[in-house]
């Protein structure tokens, strides 16, 4: 694909520990820059029993732990194949990932929602969701007017197979340990742009909006 460069359709990759936001601000890219939000774990989901020779993804998210390579590869490459520009959204999450998508395409700018692990467990332990429409809650921060129940299409809310406390903890003990490196990758290549995500969602995307304008 192309060379790195300003450009109309900005390739996007959010990086931050698992609850840091990204899903939340991924939306907002999508709407203001007009690229798709390509998520590795809503695909993931939506797949979660199938069989793969690695098993199904289900296995692997249930504990928290990282699906194999090729499985989320071949779900990237697909989803890329199709698009100029993109937010992409839990991919990469190791160095061997990050290799893999420099292969496929450059990216335009990398930010970086940094959040401590205390506010990750708070704001993921209480977040809902519909299973019909996709739409997310938070208990405390951003409930919907009737408890338990879809604003946008009245669906009872579930929570995250993989939200509850223990699971969590997990996620946030394999992110550092297999995505922190990718972090460190993307600061040393100069691409990164570090926003303070332990704001109020409006407040973080004012300065994610502001960085991203600077970048392309
Ligand atoms: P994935 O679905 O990608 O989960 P994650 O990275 O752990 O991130 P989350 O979706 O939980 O959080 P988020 O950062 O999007 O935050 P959100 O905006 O929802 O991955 C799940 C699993 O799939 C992985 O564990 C792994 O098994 C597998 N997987 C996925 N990608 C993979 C890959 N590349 N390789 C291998 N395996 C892979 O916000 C969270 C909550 O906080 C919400 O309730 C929201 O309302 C609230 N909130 C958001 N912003 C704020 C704010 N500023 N203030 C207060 N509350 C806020």
Not at 178 to 196: A, K, W
């Amino acid at each position: 694909m192309s060379e790195s460069q300003g450009s109309n359709d900005p390739r996007i990759v959010l990086l931050g520990p698992p609850g840091a936001g990204k899903g939340t601000q991924s939306a907002n890219i999508e709407e203001r820059f007009g690229v798709p939000h390509v998520t590795t774990g809503d695909a993931l989901r939506a797949n979660r029993d199938v069989e793969t020779e690695h098993g199904t993804p289900r296995e692997y998210m249930e504990e928290g732990e990282l699906v194999p390579d090729p499985v989320v590869n071949e779900i990237v490459a697909e989803a890329l194949s199709n698009t100029q520009g993109f937010v992409l959204d839990g991919y990469p999450r190791n160095v061997d990932q990050a290799e893999y998508l420099a292969e496929m395409t450059a990216v335009d700018v990398v930010p970086f929602l940094q959040v401590g692990e205390e506010e990750l467990v708070r704001r993921l332990t209480g977040r809902r969701v519909c299973p019909d429409c996709g739409a997310n809650y938070h208990v405390e921060f951003d409930a919907p007017d009737e408890e338990g129940v879809c604003d946008e299409c009245g669906a009872e809310l579930t929570q995250r197979e993989d939200d509850s406390e223990d699971v969590v903890r997990e996620r946030i003990r394999v992110y550092e340990e297999n995505t922190e490196p990718v972090v460190t990758h993307y600061r040393e290549s100069g691409e990164l742009i570090e926003v303070d995500g332990e704001q109020s969602p409006e407040e973080v995307w004012e300065k994610l909006r502001e960085a991203i304008d600077a970048a392309i």
